[in-house]
């Protein structure tokens, strides 16, 4: 069964651009998480989704977005990049929500931002 | 809020020598915690996981970790350690709140493996 895969793994912009990270879940799994990681705040929690609807979001501002569609595949978008939006995008996806799930994670998206 | 506490940002063990990796949680609810494994340029791998069925749990790669309530506690430990375990680990506790639920990670923890 192949693993959470994140499109594109490397991404370079300047700031005031936007971007749009993709994340397709293991097959089966309908929740989908995002995760930022910078050397500075560690990992951090950017939203949680579950049959189409974002149940839960994270202390970013709202240049943070995202979304899921009906076949469990999320994006997310960041729009107006600041340099410090650079980091490495994680997503993670579980079987269905529960704090006894274990959510898997892609490679990741890293994100320069010029 | 729960929250979880790596101490020592980098550990260094010679090949053979005993891994001891140190988690702390606080929680107001029992807790779901678990152990990641991040190689360079890679997501996170997951290692084992405590959800309440055993306190001593073991993982892949011949880690394992154990539960200790009393000292809320989660300590990752391989009894020999190789090469090939150089990376960073991280602890996390899996939250709750309105029926979400997110993982809080802790700051990690980089292991060198000397030859």
């Known amino acids: 069964k192949a693993g959470v895969t994140q499109t594109p793994r490397y991404l370079i912009k300047t700031r005031g651009q936007q971007v749009t990270l993709s994340c397709s879940p293991i097959?089966?799994?309908?929740?989908v998480s995002w995760y930022q990681q910078t050397p500075g705040q560690g990992l951090q929690f950017l939203f949680e989704?579950?049959?189409?609807?974002?149940?839960n979001k994270g202390n970013f501002p709202g240049r943070f977005s995202g979304r899921q569609f009906s076949n469990s595949r999320s994006e997310m978008n960041v729009s107006t990049l600041e340099l410090g939006d650079s980091a490495l995008y994680l997503c993670?996806?579980?079987?269905?929500?529960?704090?006894?799930?274990?959510?898997?994670f892609g490679p990741g998206t890293r994100l320069l931002v010029l | 809020a729960q929250s979880v506490t790596q101490l020592g940002s980098h550990v260094s063990v010679s090949e053979g020598a005993l891994v001891l990796l140190r988690c702390n949680y606080s929680?107001?609810?029992?807790?779901?915690l678990f152990w990641y494994v991040q190689y360079p340029n890679q997501g996170l791998q997951l290692l084992l996981k405590?959800?309440?069925?055993?306190?001593l749990v073991k993982g892949i790669n011949g880690f394992e970790a154990e539960f200790k309530k009393s000292e809320t506690s989660f300590h990752l430990t391989k009894p020999s350690a190789h090469m090939s375990d150089a990376a960073e680990y991280f602890c996390?506790?899996?939250?709750?709140?309105?029926?979400?639920?997110?993982?809080?990670f802790g700051k990690g923890t980089k292991l060198s493996v000397i030859p």
């Open positions: 993670a996806s579980s079987l269905i929500p529960g704090n006894q799930e274990t959510q898997y």
């Open positions: 097959s089966g799994h309908r929740s």
């Open positions: 989704y579950f049959s189409e609807t974002q149940r």
């Open positions: 929680s107001s609810v029992p807790p779901y």
């Open positions: 405590y959800t309440s069925a055993a306190t």
């Open positions: 996390a506790v899996s939250n709750s709140g309105a029926g979400s639920y997110q993982l809080t």
